[in-house]
Every structure is written in structure tokens, then in C-alpha cells.
């Protein structure tokens, strides 16, 4: 039979717990710095595909960079056609690879000040963490965004008349999911609980 009852084994003491804290918080602020390493693959790669694009746009462009920007390069993904093909161009790259990627790595850095603040101070009830979650938060809401922010603007500089507009559109769709919702609510509140938490720690260093 299953036993019910409490169990033997003796409570972690402060100091225990402490540690444990620390280690999770260095695995944590770990993975960002290994999220943050990952951005600027994907920044290095959009850079290599925009000067591709630019590239083999020249021929047809000429030394007009701003219409080479626009203009379709067979081969680069950003829309495929009924037969298959895919299209893209350097803009595309800029706007879908390039913005969402500094958008990441700056949150991954402010994910790994977030936890390297937790691991210095002893304590995940700091300010400084506090901080750090709060620039996440707008971060994210930032990357969910900035398709639509930028969809008036890219329609009218658009030198195709707007076709750009519906690339634009495709992304926000992709990042303003459910999931980003729910996490951009749950962190909220969980600032909330860390804020308090830091007016308790706050009073219990008073008292020692």
C-alpha cells in the first residue's frame, strides 16, 4: 500500500535552497546567452542572403539600390509561386530575418542580465531583476508588433504598389499566436509577484 502520509524526508534548510536557486539561474541565464549566440547566426545568414539578393538583383537594377531591395531573386524564400518556386528579396530578409532577430538577441541579453542580477544578489526578489523582466515584457510586445507597425509604411514605399503589404501581414499572423497572449499575460503578473517579493526582502534585510 501507498503511504499518504507526510513525507520522512527532512526539509531543504535556506542555504540548500539557495544553491539550488543559483545553479537554476546560471542553467537559465546559460540557455539565453546560447539564445543570444543563435540571433547573431541568424543576423550573420540574413546578412549573407540580403547581399545575395542585392547581387544578383544588380544585373537588372542597376546601381538603383533601393529598387535592387525589392526586387525578386528565384531561389530565396519569401513566397512560392504555383509552380514551386520560391521568391524573395532583400527586404523581405531585413524585415522577417533581420528585425526579429535583434529583436531576439536583445531580449536573450536582457535574459541573461535578468538571471546574472538573480545569481549575484542571492535572491530572485531583487530591482535589478525586476528591471530586466519589465524590458522583456516590452520587448516582446514588440516583436509581436512590428509587422503591423511597419505594414503602412512598407506599403507606401513598396515600389510594386503594396504587393509587400500581405509578406508583412503573414508575419504578424505568425507571432501574434495565442501563445505569445498568454505568456505576455502570465509575465505580467509575475512581475507583480516579484515586485512584492522585493518589498519583503527589502523589510526582512531591514529586520536582520
Given at each position: ?35 543570444g ?45 504555383s509552380?514551386?518556386n ?23 541579453a ?77 509575465m ?8 512584492y517579493?522585493c ?10
Amino acid at each position: 500500500m501507498f503511504k499518504l502520509g507526510r513525507s520522512s524526508k527532512p526539509e531543504p534548510t535556506r542555504a540548500e535552497v539557495a544553491e539550488r536557486m543559483r545553479k537554476s539561474c546560471e542553467h537559465v541565464q546559460g540557455w539565453f546567452m546560447f539564445g543570444g549566440i543563435a540571433c547573431i547566426v541568424q543576423l550573420f545568414l540574413c546578412a549573407s542572403t540580403v547581399n545575395y539578393c542585392l547581387h544578383e538583383a544588380a544585373a537588372t537594377c542597376g546601381n538603383d539600390w533601393w529598387l535592387a531591395l525589392w526586387a525578386t531573386v528565384q531561389g530565396v524564400a519569401g513566397s512560392t509561386d504555383s509552380n514551386g518556386n520560391t521568391w524573395g528579396n532583400a527586404m523581405t530578409t531585413i524585415v522577417s530575418g533581420g528585425f526579429s532577430a535583434t529583436l531576439m538577441f536583445i531580449i536573450c541579453a536582457e535574459g541573461t542580465r535578468c538571471f546574472k542580477a538573480i545569481v549575484e544578489a542571492g535572491t530572485p526578489f531583487t530591482p535589478a531583476a525586476v528591471k530586466h523582466m519589465k524590458a522583456i515584457k516590452w520587448l516582446v510586445i514588440a516583436l509581436v508588433l512590428y509587422p503591423l507597425v511597419l505594414a503602412l509604411p512598407v506599403n507606401l514605399l513598396c515600389p510594386s504598389n503594396g504587393t509587400f503589404a500581405q509578406f508583412v501581414t503573414n508575419q504578424a499572423h505568425t507571432y501574434g499566436t495565442l501563445d505569445f497572449i498568454v505568456f505576455l499575460v502570465g509575465m505580467a503578473a509575475m512581475i507583480h509577484v516579484f515586485e512584492y517579493g522585493c518589498v519583503l526582502q527589502r523589510q526582512d534585510d531591514e529586520t536582520i
